[in-house]
């Protein structure tokens, strides 16, 4: 008895020794996705009184009208329209940056890679109060277009970065070999450089994305008068959460999940596809 309880704790520590990353990386994933998965279960609530802090009663009613808040719908289109715009700004400027950085040789090159990251190790009042003192010192006005400059430049560094990195990992001699076929600087660039170098510029762009929409402190110094849906979320939070906030959090999740499986199946398709 002893001798077979010995080989099942043997066969069990083997076990979990060989799996213990896959399992330490799905709690960690577990724990990421856990906000999500209270969001979406109070996205069906319907409170009593004036905060979404504790489960009631089942209700589809928030689904059916998500704009039925005042305002709601209204701050998040001027935060789609800041961060699309953003993104694009962001993500044709840093992949010239990116380019720039890694196949030419100019002075001040080193200083430059330095100041790039800047942005990512600064603490983001620190960028915000900065551009909040530029904008004023120039007499501009606070709103729409001061905060998409203020995102584009935050978001400018972590677009260079992506980018920068897959630029850094392409083979010079497939470009090279394009050249030898007779293909001129901008075939070469629109049919080789381009899709070997578009992962990471999708990268950037969806990374540009999602901190644009998400950003808080840079747009709250940098506003005005103009209400985004991360400071319309804050704003409501001192006086009450309405539900719809979490259907549009909902949503917002599954279409991102459906943007990564929709890109997982594609990447599949077309491995099997040269395979």
Not at 234 to 245: C, E, K
């Amino acid at each position: 008895m002893n001798t077979r309880r010995s080989r099942i704790f043997g066969t069990s520590v083997n076990w979990l020794k060989r799996n213990l990353v896959v399992i330490a990386g799905l709690l960690t994933l577990a724990y990421l996705l856990l906000p999500n998965v209270v969001v979406t279960v109070f996205s069906f609530n319907k409170p009593k009184g004036r905060f979404n802090y504790e489960w009631q009663q089942f209700s589809t009613d928030a689904w059916k009208d998500p704009c039925g808040v005042l305002d709601l719908c209204g701050s998040l289109s001027v935060s789609l329209q800041i961060a699309f715009w953003a993104t694009l700004g962001a993500t044709a400027l840093g992949t010239m940056i990116a380019f720039a950085l890694v196949r030419y040789r100019f002075r001040a090159r080193g200083a430059v890679n330095s100041l790039i990251f800047l942005p990512m190790a600064m603490p983001e009042v620190v960028m915000a109060a900065s551009l909040l003192t530029l904008f004023l010192n120039m007499g501009a006005q606070l709103g729409f277009w001061t905060i998409l400059i203020a995102h584009i430049m935050f978001c400018l560094s972590f677009v260079v970065t992506a980018v920068k990195a897959r630029v850094m990992s392409m083979d010079p001699r497939l470009e090279q070999a394009a050249q030898d076929l007779y293909a001129g600087p901008f075939q070469t660039f629109v049919r080789v450089t381009l899709p070997i170098a578009a992962p990471g510029i999708a990268a950037g762009a969806l990374l540009a994305f999602a901190l644009s929409f998400d950003d808080f402190i840079i747009t709250n110094f940098n506003a005005g008068s103009t209400v985004t849906f991360p400071m319309f979320v804050w704003g409501s939070a001192q006086r009450g959460t309405p539900v719809q906030i979490n259907v549009i959090g909902t949503a917002m999740f599954l279409v991102a999940v459906l943007f990564v499986l929709a890109s997982m199946l594609i990447g599949n398709r077309r491995n099997k596809q040269k395979a």
